[in-house]
């Protein structure tokens, strides 16, 4: 074999080795390209779940703090009722109250108001069944105190008086 024929074996060797090299590099590239983006992929539903996760901790403190707040509006009610709206104490103190309920609605409070309706197990607590034939069975005769939902979740049940048919 001449110089020349060896060595263009020689260079055709080489170039089937760059080329081999060439491919298991573009190989390796597309592999890390994969990769890549399944790395993004689940640092985006990363991001994603940890945002709904600090929502869903949020949510369920305001929803504790808040049934832990009713008890207050409840007395707040029982007080003003009973106070001689005359007094400039009394109203500062109402004003005070509308203020609270005011912000807790604004933060996804609401009044259960079952008045005139019918009873709603899912809402509602019979606090007294009342037999009678005035009014349809099971309509609620007098909400004897408020309920509450957090976001349409029921905190705390209406509690109220129920109409049903006498017996015998």
Not at 61 to 70: D, T
Request: aromatic fraction near 8%; charged fraction near 40%; charge should be negative.
């Amino acid at each position: 074999m001449s110089w020349e024929k060896m060595k263009k074996a020689e260079l055709v060797e080489k170039c089937k080795e760059f080329e081999k090299r060439i491919e298991d590099l573009e190989n390796r590239v597309k592999e890390l390209e994969d990769y890549a983006k399944r790395v993004k992929a689940q640092y985006e539903n990363y991001k994603r779940e940890a945002a709904e996760e600090k929502q869903r901790i949020m949510k369920n403190a305001n929803e504790y703090l808040i049934s832990k707040i009713i008890p207050i509006l409840d007395d707040f009610e029982r007080a003003l009722r009973s106070a001689d709206e005359r007094n400039p104490f009394v109203e500062g103190v109402e004003k005070i109250y509308k203020k609270l309920v005011s912000t807790l609605e604004n933060e996804g409070l609401s009044v259960i108001d079952p008045s005139g309706g019918k009873f709603d197990p899912f809402e509602h607590e019979a606090f007294e069944k009342v037999e009678t034939d005035e009014h349809e069975e099971y309509s609620v005769l007098e909400v004897v105190e408020k309920g509450y939902k957090f976001h349409s979740k029921v905190i705390k049940p209406a509690k109220v008086k129920v109409a049903i048919r006498p017996k015998g």
